[in-house]
């Protein structure tokens, strides 16, 4: 399995951004998928998350209702829309699936595979 996260950059503080991840060699719409990221000097953690069908969301508190996680199981990618961006949501982005669950778990423990990561830079 192998994800590829894409869409990072440097912006300014206030701003948009979208993030894609491709999974290849897995039938994607079998799993759930999530974003996680890690900030500089600190450990990963959930950001958003999304059922395999696409039905049901789940964010963390930090990012709910300025992010949105959407995924295209025909062309195998999931999405995360980051608007109103924050100095504090800079990070390093990572694409995850679950290949055992049918519901969202915010535990980084619950995800088999990884991406390889894509750096979003906020600036004040």
């Known amino acids: 399995v192998q994800l590829q996260a894409s869409g990072g950059g440097l912006v300014q503080a206030g701003d948009s951004l979208r993030l894609s991840c491709t999974v290849s060699g897995r039938t994607f719409s079998r799993n759930v998928m999530a974003w996680f990221r890690r900030a500089p000097g600190k450990e990963r953690k959930f950001v958003a998350g999304i059922t395999r069908s696409g039905s049901s969301t789940l964010y963390s508190d930090s990012v709910k209702g300025r992010f949105t996680i959407a995924r295209d199981n025909a062309n195998n990618m999931v999405y995360l829309q980051m608007n109103s961006l924050k100095p504090e949501d800079t990070a390093v982005y990572y694409c995850?699936?679950?290949?055992?669950?049918?519901?969202?778990?915010?535990?980084?423990?619950?995800?088999?595979?990884w991406g390889q990561g894509t750096l979003v830079t906020v600036s004040s």
């Open positions: 995850a699936v679950d290949a055992s669950r049918i519901v969202v778990s915010s535990q980084e423990y619950a995800y088999n595979y």
